[in-house]
Protein backbone atom coordinates (compact mmCIF):
# COMPACT_ATOMS: atom_id res chain seq x y z
CA UNK A 1 0.00 0.00 0.00
CA UNK A 2 1.81 3.54 -0.92
CA UNK A 3 0.02 6.25 0.93
CA UNK A 4 0.27 10.01 -1.19
CA UNK A 5 0.11 12.87 0.97
CA UNK A 6 0.02 16.49 -0.18
CA UNK A 7 3.61 17.44 0.56
CA UNK A 8 2.63 19.10 3.57
CA UNK A 9 4.43 17.96 6.84
CA UNK A 10 0.32 17.85 8.42
CA UNK A 11 -0.10 15.49 5.08
CA UNK A 12 2.55 13.25 6.47
CA UNK A 13 1.81 13.11 10.08
CA UNK A 14 -2.04 12.54 8.71
CA UNK A 15 -0.75 9.68 6.63
CA UNK A 16 1.01 8.37 9.61
CA UNK A 17 -2.33 8.56 11.79
CA UNK A 18 -4.15 6.46 8.96
CA UNK A 19 -1.94 3.82 8.32
CA UNK A 20 -2.30 2.92 12.59
CA UNK A 21 -5.64 3.81 12.33
CA UNK A 22 -6.48 2.07 9.26
CA UNK A 23 -3.82 -1.04 9.71
CA UNK A 24 -2.26 -0.67 6.16
CA UNK A 25 0.23 -2.81 5.02
CA UNK A 26 2.12 0.29 4.45
CA UNK A 27 5.06 -0.30 1.71
CA UNK A 28 5.43 3.19 1.06
CA UNK A 29 4.42 6.81 2.04
CA UNK A 30 4.90 9.25 -0.92
CA UNK A 31 4.54 12.90 -1.26
CA UNK A 32 2.28 14.03 -4.33
CA UNK A 33 4.98 15.73 -6.10
CA UNK A 34 7.08 12.40 -6.40
CA UNK A 35 3.68 10.25 -7.14
CA UNK A 36 4.20 8.28 -10.04
CA UNK A 37 0.90 5.88 -10.60
CA UNK A 38 1.95 2.12 -10.50
CA UNK A 39 -0.48 -0.67 -11.77
CA UNK A 40 1.10 -2.89 -9.23
CA UNK A 41 1.11 -1.34 -6.19
CA UNK A 42 -2.74 -0.23 -4.61
CA UNK A 43 -2.66 3.85 -3.45
CA UNK A 44 -4.51 5.76 -1.42
CA UNK A 45 -4.47 9.52 -1.39
CA UNK A 46 -4.62 11.01 2.24
CA UNK A 47 -6.63 13.76 3.09
CA UNK A 48 -4.80 16.12 5.21
CA UNK A 49 -6.39 16.64 9.33
CA UNK A 50 -5.00 19.04 11.61
CA UNK A 51 -6.18 17.20 13.85
CA UNK A 52 -4.66 14.05 13.42
CA UNK A 53 -1.38 15.68 12.42
CA UNK A 54 -1.20 17.27 16.21
CA UNK A 55 -1.80 13.57 17.77
CA UNK A 56 0.76 11.74 15.84
CA UNK A 57 3.38 14.89 16.34
CA UNK A 58 2.53 14.66 20.84
CA UNK A 59 3.15 11.41 20.06
CA UNK A 60 6.54 11.62 18.50
CA UNK A 61 7.68 14.24 21.11
CA UNK A 62 6.55 11.57 23.43
CA UNK A 63 8.44 9.06 21.95
CA UNK A 64 12.09 11.20 20.48
CA UNK A 65 12.19 13.83 23.01
CA UNK A 66 14.93 15.93 22.01
CA UNK A 67 16.10 14.42 18.97
CA UNK A 68 11.90 15.17 17.56
CA UNK A 69 13.07 18.08 15.86
CA UNK A 70 14.96 15.83 13.64
CA UNK A 71 12.10 13.98 11.71
CA UNK A 72 11.38 17.42 10.72
CA UNK A 73 14.57 17.92 9.27
CA UNK A 74 14.20 14.77 7.32
CA UNK A 75 11.17 15.88 6.27
CA UNK A 76 11.91 18.82 4.76
CA UNK A 77 15.01 17.21 2.80
CA UNK A 78 12.23 16.61 0.34
CA UNK A 79 14.29 13.60 -0.97
CA UNK A 80 11.36 10.48 -2.44
CA UNK A 81 12.07 7.87 -0.31
CA UNK A 82 12.19 9.98 3.45
CA UNK A 83 9.07 9.77 4.30
CA UNK A 84 8.96 5.81 3.96
CA UNK A 85 12.38 6.00 5.70
CA UNK A 86 10.90 8.20 8.76
CA UNK A 87 7.53 6.18 8.66
CA UNK A 88 10.26 2.96 9.24
CA UNK A 89 11.69 4.38 12.18
CA UNK A 90 8.87 5.28 13.59
CA UNK A 91 6.79 1.87 13.36
CA UNK A 92 10.29 0.55 15.03
CA UNK A 93 10.15 3.07 17.73
CA UNK A 94 6.72 2.32 18.64
CA UNK A 95 7.63 -1.19 19.13
CA UNK A 96 10.67 -0.93 21.09
CA UNK A 97 10.30 2.79 22.88
CA UNK A 98 12.84 1.67 25.35
CA UNK A 99 15.83 1.22 22.23
CA UNK A 100 16.88 4.59 20.79
CA UNK A 101 16.44 3.29 16.89
CA UNK A 102 18.35 6.47 15.98
CA UNK A 103 21.52 5.31 17.40
CA UNK A 104 21.21 1.99 15.01
CA UNK A 105 23.33 3.72 12.07
CA UNK A 106 23.45 0.20 10.06
CA UNK A 107 19.88 0.11 9.39
CA UNK A 108 19.27 1.52 6.27
CA UNK A 109 16.55 3.76 7.02
CA UNK A 110 18.03 5.17 9.97
CA UNK A 111 21.21 6.23 8.12
CA UNK A 112 19.33 7.61 5.24
CA UNK A 113 17.55 9.58 7.65
CA UNK A 114 20.55 10.87 9.48
CA UNK A 115 21.80 12.08 5.73
CA UNK A 116 18.90 13.98 5.36
CA UNK A 117 19.15 15.89 8.62
CA UNK A 118 22.66 16.12 7.80
CA UNK A 119 22.04 17.96 4.38
CA UNK A 120 19.33 20.06 5.58
CA UNK A 121 21.41 21.37 8.74
CA UNK A 122 24.10 22.35 6.63
CA UNK A 123 21.73 24.28 3.58
CA UNK A 124 20.18 25.87 7.12
CA UNK A 125 23.38 27.16 7.98
CA UNK A 126 23.90 28.82 4.77
CA UNK A 127 20.58 30.04 4.23
CA UNK A 128 21.55 32.24 7.46
CA UNK A 129 24.79 33.21 6.36
CA UNK A 130 23.80 34.22 2.54
CA UNK A 131 20.91 35.96 2.59
CA UNK A 132 20.87 39.59 1.60
CA UNK A 133 17.58 41.87 1.88
CA UNK A 134 17.04 44.89 -0.21
CA UNK A 135 15.12 47.74 0.93
CA UNK A 136 11.91 48.25 -0.46
CA UNK A 137 9.73 51.18 -1.50
CA UNK A 138 7.24 51.05 1.73
CA UNK A 139 10.43 49.89 4.24
CA UNK A 140 10.21 46.37 3.94
CA UNK A 141 12.71 44.38 3.43
CA UNK A 142 13.03 41.70 0.63
CA UNK A 143 15.23 38.45 -0.72
CA UNK A 144 15.37 35.70 -2.94
CA UNK A 145 16.77 32.78 -2.51
CA UNK A 146 16.19 29.36 -3.46
CA UNK A 147 17.84 26.73 -1.22
CA UNK A 148 18.06 23.38 -2.25
CA UNK A 149 16.41 21.94 0.75
CA UNK A 150 13.18 23.64 2.15
CA UNK A 151 14.74 25.41 5.02
CA UNK A 152 12.52 28.19 5.20
CA UNK A 153 10.47 27.12 8.07
CA UNK A 154 13.92 26.38 10.17
CA UNK A 155 15.52 30.76 9.29
CA UNK A 156 12.24 32.54 10.50
CA UNK A 157 13.37 32.30 13.89
CA UNK A 158 16.91 33.08 13.21
CA UNK A 159 16.08 36.65 11.23
CA UNK A 160 13.06 37.05 13.33
CA UNK A 161 15.43 37.57 16.57
CA UNK A 162 18.58 39.06 14.33
CA UNK A 163 16.41 42.03 12.75
CA UNK A 164 13.26 42.57 15.03
CA UNK A 165 13.27 45.92 14.56
CA UNK A 166 12.86 45.99 10.74
CA UNK A 167 10.39 43.94 8.19
CA UNK A 168 10.85 41.86 6.37
CA UNK A 169 10.25 39.11 3.22
CA UNK A 170 12.42 36.25 2.28
CA UNK A 171 11.15 34.48 -0.71
CA UNK A 172 12.27 31.08 -1.94
CA UNK A 173 11.29 31.15 -5.60
CA UNK A 174 12.12 27.13 -5.90
CA UNK A 175 9.31 26.53 -3.79
CA UNK A 176 7.21 29.97 -4.49
CA UNK A 177 6.48 30.86 -1.06
CA UNK A 178 8.18 33.16 1.52
CA UNK A 179 8.13 34.26 5.27
CA UNK A 180 6.95 37.87 6.41
CA UNK A 181 7.88 39.20 9.63
CA UNK A 182 5.92 42.46 10.49
CA UNK A 183 8.19 44.65 13.03
CA UNK A 184 4.35 45.71 14.63
CA UNK A 185 3.25 42.66 15.56
CA UNK A 186 6.62 40.70 15.60
CA UNK A 187 5.00 37.90 14.21
CA UNK A 188 6.30 35.53 11.41
CA UNK A 189 3.21 34.78 8.77
CA UNK A 190 3.75 32.52 5.15
CA UNK A 191 3.02 34.19 2.60
CA UNK A 192 2.51 33.18 -1.46
CA UNK A 193 0.86 36.19 -2.75
CA UNK A 194 3.83 38.04 -3.55
CA UNK A 195 3.71 40.40 -6.94
CA UNK A 196 5.72 38.27 -10.10
CA UNK A 197 6.91 41.67 -11.09
CA UNK A 198 8.81 42.37 -8.02
CA UNK A 199 9.79 38.97 -8.27
CA UNK A 200 11.36 39.12 -11.72
CA UNK A 201 12.62 42.78 -10.79
CA UNK A 202 13.02 43.52 -7.41
CA UNK A 203 15.64 46.54 -8.33
CA UNK A 204 12.74 48.34 -10.19
CA UNK A 205 11.09 48.23 -6.56
CA UNK A 206 14.29 49.59 -4.54
CA UNK A 207 14.30 52.24 -2.36
CA UNK A 208 15.75 55.23 -3.48
CA UNK A 209 18.88 54.73 -0.85
CA UNK A 210 19.35 50.63 -1.56
CA UNK A 211 21.17 52.11 -5.01
CA UNK A 212 23.63 53.56 -2.93
CA UNK A 213 24.08 51.34 0.04
CA UNK A 214 24.29 48.25 -2.81
CA UNK A 215 27.32 50.29 -4.48
CA UNK A 216 28.89 50.82 -1.54
CA UNK A 217 28.96 47.25 0.02
CA UNK A 218 30.28 46.43 -4.13
CA UNK A 219 32.91 48.43 -3.84
CA UNK A 220 34.26 47.94 -0.33
CA UNK A 221 34.06 44.04 -1.15
CA UNK A 222 36.20 44.85 -4.73
CA UNK A 223 38.67 46.63 -2.54
CA UNK A 224 39.56 44.78 0.39
CA UNK A 225 40.39 41.47 -1.74
CA UNK A 226 43.97 41.03 -2.01
CA UNK A 227 44.73 39.20 -5.44
CA UNK A 228 47.97 38.03 -4.24
CA UNK A 229 46.03 35.97 -1.05
CA UNK A 230 42.92 34.56 -3.86
CA UNK A 231 42.11 31.12 -3.51
CA UNK A 232 39.12 30.27 -5.54
CA UNK A 233 39.04 26.93 -4.90
CA UNK A 234 38.59 27.31 -1.01
CA UNK A 235 36.23 30.56 -2.08
CA UNK A 236 34.09 28.22 -3.63
CA UNK A 237 33.90 25.29 -1.02
CA UNK A 238 32.70 28.15 1.26
CA UNK A 239 30.75 29.91 -0.91
CA UNK A 240 29.02 27.80 -3.24
CA UNK A 241 28.32 29.32 -6.88
CA UNK A 242 24.60 28.25 -6.76
CA UNK A 243 24.14 31.08 -3.78
CA UNK A 244 26.13 33.99 -6.41
CA UNK A 245 23.41 35.24 -8.04
CA UNK A 246 21.53 35.79 -4.76
CA UNK A 247 24.78 38.06 -3.06
CA UNK A 248 24.98 41.53 -3.59
CA UNK A 249 28.97 41.59 -3.75
CA UNK A 250 29.15 39.46 -6.22
CA UNK A 251 27.03 41.53 -8.67
CA UNK A 252 29.18 43.72 -11.36
CA UNK A 253 29.57 47.36 -10.31
Known amino acids: MNLVFDDSFDGFLTAVFEAYAQSYAVSAITARRD ?8 HIDIN ?7 RVWNKLKT ?19 IYTHIYHIIRQKIKQPEINILNHHTDASVASFHRAVKIVGR ?6 AFVRFELMVGGVYFAKVSPDFNVLPLIGRFFAHRFSDQSWLI ?3 KRYFGIYYDKQTRQLTEVVDVDAFILAQP ?12 HLWQTY ?4 TIAERKNLRHHIQQMPKRYWRYLTEKQAI
Do not use: C
Not at 35 to 42: K, Q, Y
Open 35 to 42: FVPDFLIE
Open 48 to 54: TSAQKSE
Open 63 to 81: LFGRDNYMILWAFLSEQPD
Open 123 to 128: ERHRMQ
Open 171 to 173: FDE
Open 203 to 214: KKHHDEVEARYQ
Open 221 to 224: FKHV
